[in-house]
């Protein structure tokens, strides 16, 4: 059975860094592309980042690129999110989530067929 465990979610200050990681368990990730994704309160799941199971392609939302970084290690089947520059506008629930690997990276959370349990960042002074 296909399992993400998100971890690394926290208190933080503006300004500040905090790395989140994704591990999968029962696959590997030589056969999965990985999105974040996260989630305010009343508010729809926005996709954030993801990366392509066999090039490495990457994805960003236009609200993270240059602060946020995808990457992987296939040998801890584990995919991060550093995340630099943290705003307030960051605080939200986030979440990993798998799809078998196609030709398209997708950044649409309903393209996605496994989830973890997500994990909170809050974004405060």
């Known amino acids: 059975q296909l399992v993400l465990v998100e971890s690394g979610g926290g208190l933080v200050q503006p300004g500040g860094s905090q790395r989140l990681s994704c591990r999968l368990t029962?696959?590997?990730?030589?056969?999965?592309?990985i999105g974040w994704f996260r989630q305010v309160s009343g508010k729809e799941r926005e996709g954030v980042s993801a990366?392509?199971?066999?090039?490495?392609?990457?994805f960003y939302s236009e609200s993270v690129k240059g602060r946020f970084t995808i990457s992987k290690d296939n040998r801890k089947n584990t995919v991060y999110l550093e995340m630099n520059n943290l705003k307030p506008d960051d605080t939200a629930l986030y979440y990993c989530?798998?799809?078998?690997?196609?030709?398209?990276?997708?950044?649409?959370?309903?393209?996605?067929?496994?989830w973890g349990q997500g994990t909170q960042v809050t974004v405060s002074s």
């Open positions: 989530a798998a799809v078998p690997a196609s030709i398209k990276l997708y950044s649409d959370p309903g393209e996605y067929e496994i």
């Open positions: 029962g696959g590997s990730l030589d056969f999965y592309d």
């Open positions: 990366i392509h199971a066999a090039t490495g392609r990457t």
